[in-house]
Every structure is written in structure tokens, then in C-alpha cells.
């Protein structure tokens, strides 16, 4: 996969630009650059598919963030990792709703770049794992759709359907819901879904994971407050359970 794998990289400074398109192309990466977020969308619009963009935060026109949600337009799918010389929590968590995967603060470490990298890119292994086994039924119109008390989380097409409405999920909480839901009953740590599920390195903020519990609670809870699928367990992490006899994934 790493010698396939194709990144566009993102930054209006010239040097910085240089160095790393230099660095992942001899660890046999396919290296596309761009210096502005418009050019990298009009490469994106005339057919560009990368496996993985490094974005930058802070540049000149429509900057990092406003070019991530234009992108998750063009490419739902691809991940990204988001590159800044600024430690904004607020900035973090507001790319991860928009779907970024990673933020890394400049200056950062190679070695921690490239992990990241590799972690996103082995990720889809996980996710795609229990594919075979929907496709191997005879409803192949209907794959990755998880059903729980009246409710359908259709992860094929980012959706969470329920009798009076359907909720657009983003990349991010789609892969979060998925990793709660295969591991229905279980107590999951802030610490293996930064890991697990979004590639990050347990010294991330965890606000961020809940945050997007909070998001996800009012998509399926009927009362947010008073969850009961979205469990916290204290000082440890969450469990997801579905309503028994009432759960079945398709």
C-alpha cells in the first residue's frame, strides 16, 4: 500500500513544501503538491484522487479549514491530516467535525509525521474488514447498515436515518459510531478511540472525543440528557448499547 499510496500536500511556504514532498518521496510516497487551497480543489475538480492530503491551516485566499469542507464536498472519503504552526484546541476540533483525521502542530518531528500517515492509510484495512460479509449476502443494494431501536446508521452513505429524519454524519463520526457499534456492550477508552479509530496519539486532547459523543447523542438519544445508548462510563471512556433483540447489522 505505501508504495501506491498518493498525498497531496498542501502549504504556501515554499520551503516547507520542498522538505517534505522530499522526505515522503523517499519513503515512496506519490507526492502532489499545491501552495493555495484554491489550486488544490481545482486539481482535486480535474480528477485528482489522493489517498491522503496534509493540509495546511493558515494560508493566503480560503484558508486550511474552509478548504477541508470544500474538499469533503469533492472527496467524502479521503483522509487528512491538518498542518499548523497554531495550538488551538478550538481550531482541532472544528477540523475533526469537518472530517480532518490528524492535526499536527508545527515544527513537528518526521518521525511522528510519518507515523500518523502510515496509521491513517493502514485505518481503511480496519473499517473495510467485515465488508466480505455483506457482500456475501443477498443484499448487496444494502451493506454497512447498523439497525437499533427504529433507528439505521448507514455507513456505506454517511447517514442516520430515523422515522422523521436523516442525518448527514461526517467521515469522523461515521468511523467513531462504527467503532462503538463493533464493540456493542464493551467499554472503549478516550484512548483507543484517538488511536483506533483516528489514528492519534494518546497525548491528543480527549475533549475532542467528547465533544463528538455529545454530537452523536443527539443524532440517536432520544433524550441527550439522559442517554441510553451512548453510555458514559466514568473516568474510563463510553459503551454502546442497542436495545436487545432489536439490534442486527446488515
Same mark, same amino acid.
Not at 516547507?16 to 502532489?32: A, F, G, N, Q, S
Not at 479549514?65 to 488551538?88: A, F, H, W, Y
Not at 433524550?223 to 448499547?241: I, Q
Given at each position: 500500500?505505501?508504495?501506491?499510496?498518493?498525498?497531496?500536500?498542501?502549504?504556501?511556504?515554499?520551503?516547507?513544501?520542498?522538505?517534505?514532498?522530499?522526505?515522503?518521496?523517499?519513503?515512496?510516497?506519490?507526492? !502532489?503538491?499545491?501552495?493555495?487551497?484554491?489550486?488544490?480543489?481545482?486539481?482535486?475538480?480535474?480528477?485528482?484522487?489522493?489517498?491522503?492530503?496534509?493540509?495546511?491551516?493558515?494560508?493566503?485566499?480560503?484558508?486550511?479549514?474552509?478548504?477541508?469542507?470544500?474538499?469533503?464536498?469533492?472527496?467524502?472519503?479521503?483522509?487528512?491530516?491538518?498542518?499548523?504552526?497554531?495550538?488551538?484546541?478550538?481550531?482541532?476540533?472544528?477540523?475533526?467535525?469537518?472530517?480532518?483525521?490528524?492535526?499536527?502542530?508545527?515544527?513537528?518531528?518526521?518521525?511522528?509525521?510519518?507515523?500518523?500517515?502510515?496509521?491513517?492509510?493502514?485505518?481503511?484495512?480496519? /473499517?473495510?474488514?467485515?465488508?466480505?460479509?455483506?457482500?456475501?449476502?443477498?443484499?448487496?443494494?444494502?451493506? !454497512?447498515? /447498523?439497525?437499533?431501536?427504529?433507528?439505521?446508521?448507514?455507513?456505506?452513505?454517511? !447517514?442516520?436515518?430515523?422515522?422523521?429524519?436523516?442525518?448527514?454524519?461526517?467521515?469522523?463520526?461515521?468511523?467513531?459510531?462504527?467503532?462503538?457499534?463493533?464493540?456493542?456492550?464493551?467499554?472503549?477508552?478516550?484512548?483507543?478511540?484517538? !488511536?483506533?479509530?483516528?489514528?492519534?496519539?494518546?497525548?491528543?486532547?480527549?475533549?475532542?472525543?467528547?465533544? /463528538?459523543?455529545?454530537?452523536?447523542?443527539?443524532?440517536?438519544?432520544?433524550?441527550?440528557?439522559?442517554?441510553?445508548?451512548?453510555?458514559?462510563?466514568?473516568?474510563?471512556?463510553?459503551?454502546?448499547?442497542?436495545?436487545?433483540?432489536?439490534?442486527?447489522?446488515?
Amino acid at each position: 500500500m505505501k508504495q501506491t499510496a498518493k498525498i497531496l500536500l498542501v502549504d504556501d511556504e515554499p520551503g516547507m513544501l520542498r522538505y517534505i514532498k522530499t522526505l515522503l518521496e523517499v519513503d515512496d510516497y506519490k507526492v !502532489e503538491t499545491a501552495t493555495t487551497g484554491e489550486e488544490a480543489l481545482e486539481r482535486v475538480e480535474k480528477g485528482l484522487q489522493p489517498d491522503l492530503v496534509l493540509l495546511d491551516v493558515l494560508m493566503p485566499g480560503i484558508d486550511g479549514l474552509q478548504t477541508l469542507e470544500q474538499l469533503r464536498q469533492l472527496q467524502p472519503g479521503v483522509k487528512v491530516i491538518m498542518l499548523s504552526c497554531v495550538n488551538d484546541t478550538r481550531k482541532v476540533v472544528h477540523a475533526m467535525k469537518l472530517g480532518a483525521q490528524d492535526y499536527l502542530t508545527k515544527p513537528f518531528e518526521l518521525g511522528v509525521l510519518m507515523a500518523r500517515i502510515n496509521g491513517l492509510l493502514r485505518r481503511r484495512e480496519w /473499517f473495510d474488514r467485515d465488508r466480505q460479509t455483506a457482500v456475501q449476502q443477498e443484499q448487496t443494494h444494502a451493506t !454497512e447498515q /447498523f439497525i437499533f431501536d427504529g433507528k439505521t446508521i448507514d455507513f456505506e452513505n454517511l !447517514e442516520l436515518r430515523t422515522s422523521d429524519q436523516t442525518v448527514r454524519l461526517t467521515l469522523m463520526e461515521a468511523d467513531l459510531l462504527r467503532y462503538l457499534v463493533e464493540h456493542e456492550g464493551r467499554i472503549v477508552s478516550r484512548k483507543s478511540m484517538l !488511536e483506533d479509530v483516528w489514528g492519534l496519539r494518546e497525548d491528543t486532547d480527549t475533549r475532542a472525543i467528547d465533544n /463528538f459523543i455529545v454530537r452523536l447523542r443527539k443524532y440517536i438519544e432520544d433524550e441527550p440528557a439522559k442517554p441510553k445508548h451512548l453510555l458514559t462510563v466514568r473516568g474510563v471512556g463510553y459503551r454502546f448499547v442497542a436495545e436487545s433483540g432489536e439490534s442486527r447489522i446488515n
